[in-house]
């Protein structure tokens, strides 16, 4: 057992921190049976573990629990210890109810007060236990530095990842990440059936043919490539298969050497200190451009220029490519189609915010799953479904859809742990729907380190902010969302979240022009009636108020404020009570 004198302040200390992943989910479902097994994991494994490994438990901590060790070595041997020994005990259960520790680890000086621990390393190991794949263990640089060639496991460097709240990224190596059950859907990658819209990205060339950028070509390259790579459903082909080529021929044609849908090439002219970049994507199998562009910018910010030319082409092109692949699934006979065509079907559906529609939307992702189980997007779309069904007003028992939502969400985090929609859905439905805000920024978090390029992460995570409170960040991270994905027809759920961040930062003018704009692109969209109406009550613009709130009514003549008021997410009972007042105040039903 390790010896901590009381005298003693501080000392250099490996720090395991440790919880159960999708707790809350569990004890939804099963309550009883989720903390008898809980329990009897702290009692009959982790505490003896521990202690067999000369290490202490400073403290347990509802779903999981802190513990501390005099070496790296002796902290990673117990993780992995108390993760086999978790894993071979939960074998025989019910897979949706097998408990399943998430564990962070790092070393570092740690505070010594009393029966606790305080310092850097205690919320270096939470943060990155919130990171962690469920199973496995997720250590700092620092840590691994010290078990590296020591002990014999299987890792992964991770590369610096954000931990909410610290300023500076973190290296982390990922250790021992289970093997995937084979009887499970989630055996095989579900890109093996799932047809997937293919890109290559060729190297930009100078407008004088002289090379002379060619530095500036292949970081601009690397950077559009490695924020494509980072979409999901989009398969990005890598650098080493289009250097060679010679771009001076079509872009179909090079396209089809390389066994791509999409193309994109671009132009680079050079005059002083200035720089233009012009931009091309191209449609291989019709040989049409589908988008053309130029951006310009200076030699003296070169490297912020590399990441502004990468953002906005990722974030143009990527509604380009879905869009074309929409309109080829819509002439697709229903036979041919796969889960991915379905998918595009149902997502179009979706958005239309038209009731008759919106069950046709429910069909297709159904048929998305059907086809393809293993296919995270499907499940991801349809838990949103769930989610604008209670939004809209269309949910005849919002208790069920809620549960049906997070179902979902979880079952395509778990196909896909790093899917960045997966988990900023489930981060929306944590607060949208259940208001349990700090376990939905962890989700956004998760989805953000996955994909820093994913539009509906920053966006989704805006909302979450909102609804705290935290009014500057979620107007940061709702306009850079719009940022990412500028050319988005959905654009209108982009403008909706800034227009809440905006009510949020009590900017009732900034408020009213988002979501003016918002339900003037889709005038069905409720929620962002709904707080068109209270900002413009907070402005004292009752004749405008009551126009929108009759608007509302107009498409949801059921509407009460009473029914709505359970299903309100602000996280503040002051800001809730004056938002509700406020549809009131503008003529809306009690």
Known sequence: MLSMAQTLDRSVLAVLCADVADYSRMMDT??????????????????????????????????????????????????????????????KRDPERRIQFRIGATIDSVIIEDNDIFGIAVNTASRLQQMATPGAILVSSDLFSQINGQLNIPSRDCGRIRLKNFHSPTHAFLINAPRTDPNRSIAKPYRKKTRLPTIAVFPF?????????????????????????????????????TIDYNVREAPAILGKRLGANYVLTGVIGRSGDEIRVTCSLTDVRSGSVLWSDHMDGTLSSIFDMQDSIATKVVGTIAPHVREAELARAVMKRPENMDAYDLLLQGIDLLYRMDSEQFIRARKFLDSAIETDSRYPPAYAYASLWHIFNIGQGWSADPTSDSYQAWKLASAAVDRDASNSL???????????????????????????????????????SSGTYAYMGDAKEA??????????????????????????????????????????????????????????????????????AKDAARALLAEQPSFRVSVYAPQCPWWDDEVRTTFLRRLIDAGLPE
Request: glycine residues 8%; hydrophobic residues 45%.
């Open 205 to 241: 060339s100078a407008f004088d043919g002289s090379g002379g950028d060619d530095y500036f070509s292949q970081g601009l390259m690397d950077g559009i490539i490695g924020a494509l790579s980072s979409l999901r459903d989009i398969m990005t082909i890598n650098r080493g298969s």
């Open 422 to 460: 997966a988990l900023a859905i489930c981060g929306h439905v944590k607060s949208y729907l259940f208001h349990e805000y700090a376990a939905a920024t962890s989700y956004f978090e998760r989805a953000i380190n996955c994909s820093p390029s994913h539009a509906w992460a920053w966006a989704l």
């Open 30 to 91: 099963a309550e009883e049976e989720t903390h008898k097994q809980l329990m009897w994991l702290l009692a009959a494994v982790v505490t003896p573990v521990v202690e067999n490994h000369e290490g202490r438990i400073v403290k347990f901590t509802g779903d999981g629990f802190l513990a501390c060790f005099g070496d790296a070595v002796s902290s990673v041997n117990c993780a992995l210890r108390i993760q086999e020994f978790t894993r071979q005990s939960q074998m």
């Open 475 to 544: 107007v940061e991270r709702a306009e850079r969302g719009i940022a990412l994905s500028p050319a988005d027809r959905h654009a209108f759920y982009y403008l909706s979240f800034l227009g809440l961040a905006h009510y949020a930062g009590e900017s009732y003018e900034a408020a009213v022009d988002c979501d003016r704009k918002a339900v003037g692109q889709n005038p069905h969209f409720r929620a962002g009636l709904r707080v068109l109406i209270a900002s413009l009550v907070a402005l004292g613009r009752l004749d405008e």
